[in-house]
């Protein structure tokens, strides 16, 4: 029972990082309709900046705010550039764009960074544990990923519902025309949405950095559970983001575990762990298959 | 338009022309690798023509053909591997190296998973249908990624190329290279002729107007299903040939960056052009490999063209090279 | 501009390029597909490093005098890219010596294929079981050792310490496999837990979960690279590094991972069939000589790149650099006349190491640096299992 709350917090901890790229990616979709494939990139730059802060000044903090910085401004950048000439393109342009955005960053962070992923250190402050229940210690840096990204999640949801910025928001993404007429400069406002959703991005990779290793491509893994996520909670909706981050996250991380024990009742170990991480794995899209079967347009309306 | 429709000609019997005397001219300049690359280069471009098809006709954005395309290719690695080990595959029967058989169940084996994911994606359009297409090729990757037996993550070495009616011509890099652009030709003739049919015209019909299809009783579904099918199923046959080819079979031929890269190919190359995806795949193999010349970090390049050709070179290099604007 | 024209450009500048690279064939062309990205990058570099100190001892670009080209292609650890940059070294730069598997997943898809075509492969890393037994084959040579060795030795350090409950990790490839079969070679302990994961894995959360459950009384790993760095500083911020000792084979604490996780490694005993103090006149030069070249203590990849420079230039020497009869070559191969800087060194029928095997410990260095300290020797001339299978 323990063994299985520290497995479950696991993967509430792997739920919060993809909540972190969801929402940007979900609220990016849901106001500009724009499918992007980059946002994994965006994650990646996160990480490579954060890491290399790290490594200078030997400050987590001053790594989350150049992670952060750098992701959202990279990220204002391609909007002001080339995402927005795609606003109004099919999706088939905006999926091609981005995925030479993909190729060009991959190579990008190869040519600054190197060919080997950079380790990242725990933060010395964040480098013990706490017995959460008796007999189960977890590490302190796992529950901070945790905290900080429910913070961060119920920050934007108050953002969204409560603000004057977030009534405009949810105004442009139904009604472009006539937030215009109401004085609001839409072009600048979409930009800043962009950047939002890229320093979300930049936050979940300077937070994951130490639990993975920084490299070329680890934004891809991540973006493609992130489609995942927002797909089972319906694009555009903040609310299915969260269902979906908590439900992939959990169903992923429990899988990895109990699967291969499933498997080894009949068959030996290497090719149990291979079957039941890959069975943990492709349960993930037979989620989402089946309810895109029942529900075409995912569990959550759009700006629920 | 005449002119225009000379220039088209012109310029498909070129690139037919030009791949056909490429063997001999490669071989007289002792540079034995170009076949090899080129035979590649037919292999992409051939499930690239299939691509065109549902995505260029029927606007039906897959972004999980490589799915098709690695189905085929474990088909004939699969029943080749338990033909070599001895060992049954399936109900006592022990595989087959028999091209004239493990190619049409490529095919099929294809096209059966093209209608499952068909019968499911195509209830949706748009965004949605991008990304189950997707999903459904990341759960094929997984699935064969849980088959250790047939290698895995690591994909499963072939120890030879299929046998033809029993005899091994496909042992030889210049038959092989001649049977896959054979099938290129093949299909893309075969494409034509379907997309200038009542068939092709009622798919196009649907990309402008769906609703005005249904008006006049047509049930695009139907339709849509059934190219989305045939797609899958010539996918299959490429990835049968691209097997052959390598002599080995890998989770990365269903990867999802190769079908980004399939999609690259058609709109490099020109979308609902059919010969464009050629002009595309060749361009793409040519670009690395000249590029590689020069840096590993190849990739640098092609982001920045590929996003620049999608915003400003809608037509493809078939459009510029042909002055016509599709797409 | 002509439409036509244009068209017939394109065309043009893509058969160009047929031409447009010619090559003088005056070397002996050596092709080394190795592993240089991905968290396992490093082995690839120390690999293809030691292998260019031997050429550079010789003044540059000869080995055994003999002049030599080397051509050194990244695998990105992946099976099907190692295929692909083999047969374009054999297509199309006619390489006749190749060399640099590092893992053996590439291994496996490189090997048989290029020893069919009558290139010479002498493997400076993966060892895969199959190609040591029955797929062996006359034109594979491993120069390093078989995949399970250094791990059997291991389960024999601690089968002989008297470890009863051992908890086994490996990645989920031919060479992980082949260390939990190697392990359990002399080992007759209890094994409470084994856990297969994924290669290029980052977050062992749940491995590590796992591992506390069966509470063992020591922990034998083998991850290499990247994902033995995250594994020990992951497995150390969880706290249990005291409580379940962790032990490997050289792989999982070479010198490169050790200050990557610091602290964590202090302590550690691993097997290795070579160490930079391994006292002999070869190691003490090459020691002294890399550390002057690249400012850092040579790893064990770095010493088995060397010893595979330094063994094709004996081979190449002995046949003039005359590749011709590669039956000849083959021949001044297996002899294995050079001084390795292991010591005693020779191949079995099989073309794979016949050597000793040392268990290290990590210390602190004179520098204040974590570093290896032989302790003991737990094996002498050792023969992998295999042997018996292959028809050589």
New interface residues.
């Given amino acids: 029972m323990l063994?299985f709350i520290?497995?479950l917090l696991?993967g509430f901890?792997?739920g919060v990082t993809l909540l972190l790229m969801a929402s940007g990616l979900t609220l990016i979709?849901g106001i500009m309709h724009l499918?992007n494939l980059a946002h994994g990139s965006l994650f990646m730059i996160g990480a490579f900046v954060g890491a290399t802060v790290m490594a200078y000044t030997g400050s987590f903090l001053l790594a989350l705010a150049g992670g952060v910085a750098a992701s959202g401004l990279v990220g204002m950048a391609l909007e002001y550039t080339?995402l927005r000439?795609?606003y109004y393109?099919?999706?088939?342009?905006q999926?091609?764009?981005t995925?030479?955005?993909?190729?060009?960053?991959?190579?990008?962070v190869?040519?600054v960074w190197g060919?080997?992923?950079l380790?990242v250190?725990?933060p010395s402050w964040l480098?013990?544990?706490v017995e959460i229940l008796p007999g189960v210690?977890y590490?302190a840096?796992?529950l901070a990923v945790i905290a900080v990204g429910l913070l961060v999640i119920v920050g934007l949801f108050f953002l969204i519902m409560r603000t004057r910025v977030g009534m405009w928001i949810r105004a442009g993404a139904s009604i472009r025309e006539m937030i215009g007429a109401l004085g609001v400069n839409i072009n600048l406002l979409y930009t800043l949405v962009f950047g939002l959703g890229a320093c979300l991005a930049g936050l979940a990779g300077v937070m994951a950095s130490?639990?993975?290793?920084v490299?070329?491509g680890m934004g891809?893994n991540i973006l493609?559970l992130t489609?995942?996520v927002i797909?089972i909670g319906g694009?555009g909706s903040l609310r299915g983001a969260v269902v979906g981050a908590v439900l992939v996250g959990v169903a992923d991380?429990l899988g990895?575990?109990y699967f291969?024990a499933l498997f080894r009742l009949w068959a030996d170990?290497?090719?149990a762990?291979?079957?039941g991480?890959?069975?943990a794995?492709?349960t993930i899209?037979?989620v989402?298959?089946v309810v895109?079967?029942v529900r075409?347009?995912g569990l959550f309306r759009a700006h629920a | 338009m005449p002119e225009t429709n000379k220039r088209a000609t012109f310029l498909t019997l070129g690139v037919l022309a030009f791949l056909a005397i490429l063997p001999p001219v490669a071989l007289a300049l002792d540079r034995p690798y170009m076949v090899t690359l080129a035979n590649r280069m037919l292999v992409y471009a051939l499930a690239a023509v299939a691509l065109d098809l549902v995505m260029g006709y029927g606007r039906m954005v897959s972004f999980g053909h490589a799915a098709f395309l690695g189905l085929g290719a474990y088909t004939v690695g699969i029943l080749h591997h338990h033909d070599v080990m001895m060992t049954p595959f399936l109900f006592g029967w022990a595989g087959s190296n028999e091209a004239l058989l493990a190619w049409p169940l490529a095919m099929l084996v294809a096209a059966g998973y093209a209608l499952l994911v068909g019968a499911i994606s195509l209830r949706t359009g748009g965004v949605y249908f991008i990304m189950i297409t997707l999903a459904f090729a990341q759960m094929v990757f997984f699935f064969f990624v849980s088959l250790i037996a047939y290698g895995g993550r690591d994909g499963l070495v072939m120890f030879s190329r299929n046998s033809v009616a029993g005899t091994d011509i496909l042992g030889s890099r210049v038959v092989l290279y001649y049977v896959c652009l054979g099938c290129l030709v093949a299909v893309l003739a075969f494409l034509v002729m379907v997309v200038r049919s009542r068939f092709g015209r009622i798919i196009e019909g649907c990309r402008q107007n769906e609703q005005r299809m249904r008006a006049l009783g047509y049930k695009p579904f139907v339709y849509k299903l059934t190219a989305f099918v045939l797609s899958g199923a010539l996918a299959g046959l490429a990835g049968a040939l691209l097997a052959n080819h390598s002599e080995f079979v890998s989770p990365d031929f269903l990867s999802w960056e190769s079908s980004g890269l399939l999609m690259v190919m058609v709109l490099l190359g020109g979308l609902s052009t059919l010969v464009g995806p050629i002009y595309g795949a060749l361009t793409l193999f040519a670009l690395e490999e000249v590029l590689v010349a020069y840096t590993p970090h190849w990739q640098l390049v092609l982001g920045p063209v590929l996003i620049l050709a999608v915003l400003f070179f809608k037509g493809g290099l078939y459009g510029w090279m042909t002055g016509k604007r599709t797409g | 501009m002509n439409r036509l024209t244009r068209s017939l450009g394109t065309m043009a500048v893509t058969l160009g390029l047929g031409v447009a690279t010619a090559t003088a064939a005056e070397p002996v062309k050596i092709g080394m597909v190795t592993t240089l990205s991905t968290g396992g990058g490093y082995l690839g570099e120390e690999v293809r490093d030691g292998f260019r100190l031997a050429m550079q001892q010789e003044g540059g670009d000869t080995l055994g005098g003999v002049p030599v080209e080397l051509i050194v292609e990244d695998d990105g650890r992946n099976p099907g890219q190692g295929r692909q940059i083999a047969q374009r070294m054999m297509q199309s730069e006619g390489v006749q010596i190749m060399t640099g598997s590092i893992f053996s997943n590439v291994a496996m898809a490189v090997i048989p294929q290029v020893v069919r075509e009558g290139v010479v492969f002498i493997s400076p890393n993966a060892g895969p079981s199959q190609l040591a037994g029955a797929q062996c084959h006359e034109n594979y040579f491993n120069a390093a050792w078989q995949n399970n060795d250094l791990h059997s030795a291991m389960g024999k350090y601690l089968e002989d310490e008297g470890y009863d409950n051992v908890y086994l990790l490996a990645p989920n490839y031919p060479a992980g496999r082949d260390a939990l079969t190697g392990f359990k070679r002399y080992y007759e302990g209890n094994i409470v837990g084994e856990t297969y994961t994924q290669l290029g894995q980052s977050d062992f959360a749940a491995e590590i979960s796992s591992v506390r459950e069966a509470d063992p009384d020591a922990v034998f790993f083998f991850l290499p690279g990247g994902d033995g760095v995250n594994f020990v500083r992951q497995f150390d911020d969880a706290e249990l590094t005291d409580r379940f000792p962790l032990f490997g084979a050289a792989f999982s604490f070479d010198n490169t991972l050790v200050q990557a996780v610091g602290d964590a490694a202090r302590g550690a005993f691993n097997t290795s069939q070579w160490s930079a103090d391994l006292d002999n006149e070869a190691n003490r030069q090459f020691v002294a000589a890399y550390e002057e070249e690249y400012g850092s203590k040579p790893t064990l990849y770095a010493h088995q790149g060397y010893d595979t420079a330094r063994l094709i230039g004996s081979a190449l020497r002995a046949v003039d650099g005359d590749l011709s009869d590669m039956e000849a070559f083959r021949e001044a191969l297996r002899a294995a006349d050079f001084d390795s800087t292991r010591g005693d060194f020779r191949f079995n029928t099989n073309q794979h190491p016949i050597q000793d095997i040392y268990v290290r410990e990590v210390v602190e260095g004179d520098d204040g640096k974590l570093t290896n300290r032989l302790v003991a020797k737990v094996i002498e001339d050792h023969e992998d299992a295999f042997v018996g299978e292959c028809h050589l």
Avoid: K
């Fill in positions: 063994f520290e497995q696991n901890q792997l979709f499918i080339v000439r795609l393109r099919e999706h088939l342009d999926v091609l764009a995925f030479g955005m993909i190729l060009f960053f991959n190579e990008l190869q040519i060919r080997r992923p380790g250190d725990t480098s013990f544990t210690a590490p840096h796992r130490p639990l993975m290793s490299q070329a891809e493609i489609f995942v797909v694009i991380t990895r575990v291969p170990p290497a090719t762990d291979a079957a991480a890959s069975l794995s492709m899209y037979l989402m298959a895109l079967a075409p347009q």
